[in-house]
Nanobody, 126 residues
Framework: QVQLVESGGGSVQAGGTLRLSCAASGFMPRVASCMAWFRQAPGKSREGVAGAFPGVGSLFYTASVKGRFTISYDNANYTLYLQMNSLKVEDTATYYC??????????????????WGQGTQVTVSS
């Protein structure tokens, strides 16, 4: 059974940093496997923040976080990370880890992912 457990959220001031972790169990990433970080702010739809195809090393970012966030995957302990620097108030949201062991057509389509973590809150204050 696939399980995703997130950690690392919290409250920071604008300009600060946070690192989110998502420990994956129950599957071993294959070439086509995809994993991603999504976020959802109150009253807004869930949006893709960053995605990765661990098997081939491809990384993707939504435009608003490019240059500030870095997604990475540790093959040794099956953990997905999101390093968030220069945080802005508009980054405030619940962040979710998602995985599709069999592959996805588009990294930022939430409907493509069958497995989700429980979410971790990130709050950025001015």
């Amino acid at each position: 059974q696939v399980q995703l457990v997130e950690s690392g959220g919290g409250s920071v001031q604008a300009g600060g940093t946070l690192r989110l972790s998502c420990a994956a169990s129950g599957f071993m990433p294959r070439v086509a496997s995809c994993m991603a970080w999504f976020r959802q702010a109150p009253g807004k739809s869930r949006e893709g923040v960053a995605g990765a195809f661990p098997g081939v090393g491809s990384l993707f970012y939504t435009a608003s976080v490019k240059g500030r966030f870095t997604i990475s995957y540790d093959n040794a302990n099956y953990t997905l990370y999101l390093q968030m620097n220069s945080l802005k108030v508009e980054d405030t949201a619940t962040y979710y880890c998602a995985a599709d062991p069999t592959g996805c057509s588009s990294w930022d389509r939430a409907a493509d992912y069958p497995h989700w973590g429980q979410g971790t809150q990130v709050t950025v204050s001015s």
